[in-house]
C-alpha cells in the first residue's frame, strides 16, 4: 500500500540549531517525492522536489531509495522557518496520484 | 497567474444538512484535485479529475459526497447528508500534470466545514 509516514507531530529546535523533518514512504515502484510547507493564515504550498535537487530557503531533501526515506534538512533554523511541513508522494502509472503525510509542526524558538 | 479559488471560505451546518463547495483550478490545469483535512491530520485524496474525466475516487464516500467537473474546468463537492465527521478543510488543488510527471499542486485557501 502507498503510504507516506512523518513520525514527528512537532518538532522545536532554537534559532541556529540544525533541522531535520523525517519521511518515509511505502510506494512499489518509483515515486516522486516532495516536501510541501503551511505557513501561518497561507495556503498549502511547494517548499522542493527531490527530481529538482535544489536548496529552497536552505532546506534540501535526499531521497534515499534503500532506506525509503525523503528526510528535509536544514543547517541554521530561522524563527521564520515555523511552519507545518508536509511530506507527499506522487506515483500511480502516469495518474499523478498524490498521497501526503500527516504532517510535522516546526517551531523554532528565539 | 490566478491562484485556485475556492469559496466558501467557511461554512457552518447542521448534521443532515447537505452543503456544496465551489474550486476553480489555474487556466490550463488539466489535474483537478480535492483533499479532506482533518484537524491534526495530512489532506486526505477524495477525488481527483484528468480534465472532466474521473481518474481516483476510491477514498470518496459515495452514499454521500458527490464531485463533478464541467467542462473540464471549474469543480463542485457535495455532501448531502453531512455527518458531524465531516467536520473538516476542504482543499482543492490544481496541476499542469501533462505537461511533468513532476507538476507540483497549487491549493487555494480551503473551505473549512464546522458540521453541528
Known amino acids: 500500500a502507498q503510504r507516506v509516514t512523518q513520525p514527528e507531530k512537532l518538532l522545536s529546535v532554537f534559532k541556529g540549531a540544525p533541522v531535520e523533518l523525517k519521511c518515509n514512504y511505502s510506494y512499489s515502484g518509483s515515486p516522486e517525492l516532495f516536501w510541501y510547507v503551511q505557513y501561518s493564515r497561507q495556503r498549502l504550498q511547494l517548499l522542493l522536489r527531490h527530481i529538482s535537487r535544489e536548496s529552497i530557503k536552505g532546506f534540501t531533501a535526499d531521497l534515499n531509495k534503500g532506506e525509503t526515506s525523503f528526510h528535509l534538512k536544514k543547517p541554521f533554523a530561522q524563527e521564520e522557518d515555523s511552519a507545518m511541513y508536509y511530506c507527499a508522494l506522487s506515483g500511480g502509472s502516469g495518474t499523478y496520484k498524490y498521497i501526503f503525510g500527516t504532517g510535522t509542526r516546526l517551531k523554532v524558538l528565539a | 497567474e490566478a491562484g485556485v479559488a475556492q469559496s466558501p471560505r467557511y461554512k457552518i451546518i447542521e448534521k443532515r444538512q447537505s452543503v456544496a463547495f465551489w474550486c476553480n483550478p489555474i487556466?490550463?490545469?488539466?489535474?483537478l484535485y480535492w483533499y479532506q483535512q482533518i484537524l491534526g491530520q495530512g489532506p486526505k485524496l477524495l477525488i481527483q479529475?484528468?480534465?472532466?474525466?474521473?481518474?481516483?475516487d476510491s477514498q470518496l464516500p459515495k452514499d454521500r459526497f458527490s464531485a463533478e467537473r464541467l467542462k473540464g474546468v471549474d469543480s463542485t463537492l457535495k455532501i448531502q447528508p453531512a455527518k458531524l465527521e465531516d467536520s473538516a478543510v476542504y482543499l482543492c488543488?490544481?496541476?499542469?500534470?501533462?505537461?511533468?510527471?513532476?507538476?507540483?499542486?497549487?491549493f487555494g485557501n480551503g473551505t473549512r466545514l464546522t458540521v453541528t
Open positions: 479529475f484528468q480534465n472532466n474525466g474521473v481518474v481516483d
Open positions: 487556466s490550463g490545469h488539466a489535474t
Open positions: 488543488a490544481s496541476s499542469d500534470a501533462g505537461a511533468s510527471y513532476n507538476s507540483p499542486l497549487h
